[in-house]
C-alpha cells in the first residue's frame, strides 16, 4: 500500500517534469526518457494496485467463511458424535453377542467331550470284556468255533482210522478164509483117496464073490461075506459122495463170506477225502477269523486310549475361551474410551457459549488423556495376554 | 495181473507194482506177493505210480504189508503216489508209520 502511495508521488513529479520540459526547456531526449520512465511506473502501479485489490477482496471474503465454518464444524462434529456413537453401540453389541455365543459353543463343546470321553470309557470296558469273554471262550468247554473244528477234525480222523482197521481185520479174516479153503481142499484130495480105497474095495469084494462062486458049496458062506463087504464098499462111496456134497455146500457159504467181507473191507474213501479238504479249509478259515478277530481286538485296545488322548487335548484347547474372553473385555473397555470421546463431542454444540477454539482445544486433551489411558491398559494386556500354548494349563 | 512184484538182483530191495485200481479185488494178488517172502532186513517198495483209485480195503492191504515188513525188520517205502492217493494217504496218516516219496 505505502509503495503504491510513493510511486503515484514519484509519477506526479515525473509528470510535472515532463510539463515544465514542454513549457520551457524543450528537451526532447529528456522528454522520451521522463514519458518513457512514466509510463514504466504507471504500468508496475497498475499491476500492483491489481494485485491489492484482490488480496483485498480476499480478505473481505475470508471474513464471511470463518463465520460459516463454525456452524460446519458444529454440524461435522455433531454428524461425527452421531456415526460414532451408533458404530460404537453396533460393535458393542455384537462383542456382546460373540462373548455370548463363544461362552455357549464352548460349553456345548466342552460337554460332548466330557460325553465322547465318558463313551470311549464305555467302549474300553467293553472291549476288555470281549477280549477277556473270547479267551474264556477258548479255556472253555469246547464252546469256541476254533476247538470244534479241531475236534471234528480229530473224530473225522478217528473215523478213518476205524474204517482202516476195519479193512485190515477183514482182510486178516479173508486170509484165514482163503487158508480155510485150501483146507477143504486137501480134505477133497483125502475124500477122493477113500473113494479109491472103497472102489477097491469094491472090486475086492466083487473078486471074492467070484471065487466063492467057483468054490461051489464050500464057498456059500464066504460069498455072504463077500457081499457083505461089497455092500460096506458102496455105503463108503455114498458117505464119500454126502461128504462132497456137505463140503462144497460150505464152500458156496464161503464165498458169500467172502462177498459180504469184501463190502465191509472196502469202503471208498472219495466221500472221506472230501470230508477231510473242506475241514481242512475250515480250519485255515477259522484260524484266520480267529486271527482277525484278535488283531482287531487289539487295535481297538490301542485306540481306545488314544480316543481319551485326543479328548484331553480338545478339553484342553478349549482355554481359548478364557483367552478370548479376556480380548473381548478388552476390546468392551475400548469401546468405552470411544463412548468417552463419543460423550465429548455431544457436549460441542450444547455450549454456544464457549468459543469454538477451547472446545476444540477441550476436545484435544479429552482425546489425548483417553489416547494414553488406552495405550497403558493395551501395553498391561500386552503382557498379561499369552498365547494359548503358553498357557497350557489343565483345567480338568 | 494188477499186482507184479520183482525182487532185486542183489536181493535186498523187493518191489510190488499196483496198476489203476488198488481195491478188493487185488488183495489175494497183492498178498501172494509178498506173503512167500521172508529174506529179514528186507526194503519193500510199494510202487503206486500208476494208480489212480484206491479204497479202504487198499489201506488195509498196506497195514498188513506194514506188519509182515515189521515181522521181518523190514522197511516199508511208498514210491511215487499220484496226488489224489497221496491225499488218502495222508487222510489215513499214514506219513506217520512209513516213508512216503
Redesign the interface.
Given at each position: 500500500m505505502i509503495n503504491i502511495r510513493y510511486g503515484l508521488y514519484l509519477s506526479c513529479a515525473l509528470a510535472l517534469l515532463v510539463v515544465v520540459n514542454y513549457l520551457f526547456i524543450h528537451q526532447e531526449i529528456l522528454f522520451l526518457i521522463l514519458f518513457s520512465v512514466l509510463s514504466g511506473l504507471l504500468i508496475t502501479l497498475a499491476s500492483q494496485i491489481h494485485k491489492v485489490s484482490l488480496t483485498i477482496t480476499d480478505t473481505a471474503k475470508g471474513d464471511t467463511m470463518s463465520a460459516v465454518d463454525d456452524e460446519l464444524i458444529h454440524s461435522v462434529i455433531f454428524e461425527l458424535q452421531q456415526f460414532i456413537h451408533q458404530e460404537v453401540n453396533i460393535v458393542e453389541k455384537e462383542l456382546q453377542r460373540t462373548k455370548v455365543l463363544v461362552a455357549d459353543a464352548v460349553t456345548g463343546i466342552s460337554d460332548s467331550f466330557k460325553h465322547l470321553q465318558s463313551l470311549s470309557e464305555e467302549q474300553q470296558q467293553m472291549i476288555q470284556l470281549l477280549i477277556s469273554h473270547s479267551g474264556n471262550m477258548e479255556d472253555g468247554e469246547g464252546a469256541s468255533l476254533h476247538s470244534f473244528v479241531i475236534d471234528s477234525n480229530k473224530t473225522l480222523?478217528d473215523f478213518?482210522?476205524v474204517?482202516?482197521?476195519?479193512?485190515?481185520?477183514?482182510?486178516?479174516t479173508?486170509?484165514y478164509t482163503?487158508d480155510m479153503v485150501a483146507q477143504f481142499d486137501s480134505i477133497f484130495k483125502l475124500l477122493s483117496q477113500v473113494e479109491g480105497l472103497a472102489s477097491q474095495t469094491n472090486l475086492l469084494a466083487l473078486n471074492a464073490a467070484i471065487e466063492a462062486a467057483r468054490a461051489g458049496e464050500a464057498g456059500r458062506g464066504f460069498a455072504v461075506v463077500a457081499n457083505e463087504v461089497r455092500s460096506l464098499s458102496v455105503g463108503s462111496t455114498e458117505l464119500n459122495e454126502d461128504i462132497r456134497a456137505e463140503i462144497n455146500q460150505a464152500k458156496e457159504i464161503i464165498a458169500k463170506l467172502r462177498n459180504s467181507v469184501?463190502t465191509m473191507?472196502?469202503?471208498?474213501?472219495t466221500s472221506?477225502?472230501e470230508a477231510?479238504?473242506k475241514m481242512t479249509v475250515m480250519m485255515s478259515h477259522v484260524e484266520q477269523v480267529n486271527n482277525q478277530t484278535t488283531s482287531s481286538v487289539e487295535e481297538l485296545a490301542i485306540i481306545a486310549p488314544k480316543i481319551t488322548d485326543a479328548v484331553s487335548l480338545g478339553i484342553r484347547s478349549l482355554q481359548f475361551e478364557d483367552l478370548t474372553r479376556q480380548s473381548l473385555e478388552s476390546l468392551q473397555m475400548n469401546v468405552s474410551s470411544l463412548h468417552e470421546i463419543s460423550d465429548v463431542l455431544a457436549t460441542f454444540d450444547k455450549n454456544p457459549n464457549m468459543a469454538v477454539h477451547q472446545q476444540l482445544i477441550k476436545l484435544k486433551t479429552t482425546c489425548q488423556s483417553v489416547y494414553h489411558e488406552t495405550k497403558k491398559a493395551e501395553s498391561s494386556r500386552s503382557v498379561k495376554q499369552l498365547n494359548m500354548d503358553e498357557g497350557e494349563v489343565d483345567l480338568f | 495181473m494188477t499186482v507184479s512184484s520183482k525182487l532185486s538182483t542183489d536181493g535186498k530191495q523187493l518191489v510190488i507194482a499196483i496198476d489203476e485200481r488198488f481195491d478188493f479185488s487185488s488183495h489175494q494178488e497183492f498178498r501172494d506177493a509178498y506173503s512167500g517172502v521172508t529174506n529179514l532186513d528186507l526194503t519193500y517198495i510199494l510202487d503206486l505210480r500208476k494208480t489212480e483209485y484206491m479204497d479202504s480195503s487198499a489201506l488195509g492191504m498196506i497195514l498188513l504189508l506194514k506188519d509182515h515188513v515189521q515181522l521181518y525188520a523190514g522197511q516199508l517205502i511208498i514210491s511215487k503216489p499220484s496226488d489224489t492217493v497221496r491225499k488218502i494217504l495222508e487222510i489215513a496218516q499214514f506219513q506217520r508209520l512209513m516213508t512216503i516219496e
Open positions: 480222523d478213518v482210522g474204517i482202516i482197521n476195519t479193512s485190515k481185520q477183514s482182510l486178516e479173508m486170509s482163503d469184501e473191507a472196502s469202503a471208498d474213501m472221506t477225502l477231510k479238504e | -
